[in-house]
């Protein structure tokens, strides 16, 4: 992959991360996305859900806070950039890490047991992580629902996941997730 392509997937995570937009991934960013989570699905901070997702999101914050060169508590985009140009941070590791964090949202969502997730438990995974526009979820739903079922798996919802932090082809699964952030 060239490297502008190779940047492109960075800052397409990179937007995914900074959940409250303000520049900066923080630990803030990922307990406001497992809290949000629980909260869309009925679940207080301390069940068992939310604490397994909580501990999810701080595998992917204590593997990126090491970009944090300036010590504010924050990655910048910069400074996520840099640590990928520099091999301190890779997407493969990232992608490790963040699949748990898909898994745990898939668990928490299919809130009925059945392995599968109906567009409105996908949608609510979305607005936990704090993406308001319905329109986002329900195009990302489409795209991610091969078969036209109507219900995803955690084999169908994690290739998406695994193409989001990998792909460079716009065409490619996974690479319009959050649409085109």
Do not use: C
Not at 5 to 13: E, F, I, P
Not at 24 to 41: C, L, P, T
Request: net charge negative; no cysteine; proline share 1%.
């Amino acid at each position: 992959m060239s490297g502008d392509l190779r940047m492109d997937n960075v800052d397409r995570v990179f937007a995914v991360f900074d959940v409250d937009g303000d520049g900066g991934i923080s630990w803030g960013d990922f307990s406001a996305a497992a809290v949000g989570v629980g909260r869309e699905f009925g679940l207080g901070v301390e069940s068992s859900e939310v604490r397994g997702l909580v501990a999810a999101y701080r595998e992917v914050w204590e593997y990126i806070v090491g970009a944090d060169l300036d010590a504010d508590g924050a990655v910048s985009r910069g400074e996520f950039r840099d640590a990928h140009e520099a091999g301190r941070l890779s997407m493969g590791g990232l992608l490790e890490k963040w699949l748990a964090v898909s898994g745990r949202n898939f668990e928490l969502a299919d809130r009925d047991g059945d392995g599968r997730l109906d567009g409105s438990e996908f949608a609510g995974i979305y607005r936990g992580n704090g993406v308001t526009d319905p329109q986002v979820a329900a195009i990302a739903f489409a795209g991610m629902d091969l078969d036209g079922d109507g219900r995803l798996d955690l084999v169908e919802f994690q290739t998406h996941v695994r193409g989001f932090f990998t792909e460079a082809d716009v065409s490619a699964k996974g690479t319009h997730l959050l649409g085109d952030v």
